[in-house]
């Protein structure tokens, strides 16, 4: 589905704090898997994800989809990839303070120009079956962590991506959430969805949901399981 091919990517290309933190990556990620990115911090898991999820452009290298180059597209049709293909549940959930859960949930889906009657539907929907129908009309910052991840899940949902994309899903998560969010991964595994996450968590990186390891340091990938 998703192809990398001598990716390298810097930061603050020819200035004195220049740094690359790509740095030569040749990547297939399958369709319909589950791929887990692991490594310490600094090793350009994050920085890969926003490429694979069209957030960024590489340096150097090519991105393809579905067998497409779409490393030089304008950003234009970019964001029609971003919005059609992929769903982000960001380490930080990035969900909007003031407004309820359900609000958070439909807001990625508006441009689609899609009735909101239809987006309601759905993310009452994905709410139902995330066990979080009670909490629809909270704000967001009255939802615990575990409830919040939830509602981030369904955001990236609400437009039926193709790959969901999840950066340290379990991060600030106790062990019993990390569990339920374990749950929920196998869950839209077995839709036959294709996902693609980072994490330095054993109970992510060794579970048997995830059907792939790409371990990377210093921007390189160092091995695979």
């Known amino acids: 589905m998703i192809e990398l091919s001598g990716i390298r990517k810097a930061f603050n290309q020819g200035q ?12 297939a990620i399958e369709a319909n898997k589950v791929t887990a990115l692991r490594g310490p911090s600094g090793s350009g898991k994050t920085t890969l994800l926003t490429l694979v999820g069209c957030l960024a452009r590489p340096t150097e290298g090519r991105v393809r989809l579905n067998g497409t180059d779409i490393s030089g597209l304008p950003e ?13 549940v960001f380490q930080q959930f990035n969900l909007i303070k003031g407004l309820t859960a359900l ?10 120009g899609r009735p909101r009657r239809e987006l309601l539907e759905r993310a009452e929907g994905l ?7 009670h909490r629809r009309a909270a704000k967001v910052e009255w939802l615990s962590g575990g409830e919040q991840q939830r509602v981030a899940i369904c955001r990236a949902l609400i437009n039926d991506p193709e790959a969901l994309i999840a950066d340290e899903p379990t ?9 339920e969010f374990m749950a929920i991964l196998e869950g839209l595994a077995g839709e036959g969805r294709t996902i693609l996450l980072t994490s330095h968590d054993p109970l992510v990186t060794e579970s048997d949901v995830v059907d792939r390891v790409v371990e990377m340091r210093d921007g390189q990938i160092v091995d695979e399981r």
């Open 171 to 179: 991060a600030n998560l106790d062990t019993h959430l990390a569990k």
């Open 127 to 133: 709410l139902a079956r995330l066990n979080l129908g």
């Open 76 to 88: 234009r049709f970019l964001t029609e990839i971003r919005r059609r293909t992929f769903g982000f």
């Open 103 to 112: 609000d958070n949930i439909i807001l990625p889906a508006y441009p689609t």
């Open 16 to 27: 004195h704090n220049e740094y690359w933190a790509l740095n030569g990556i040749d990547l």
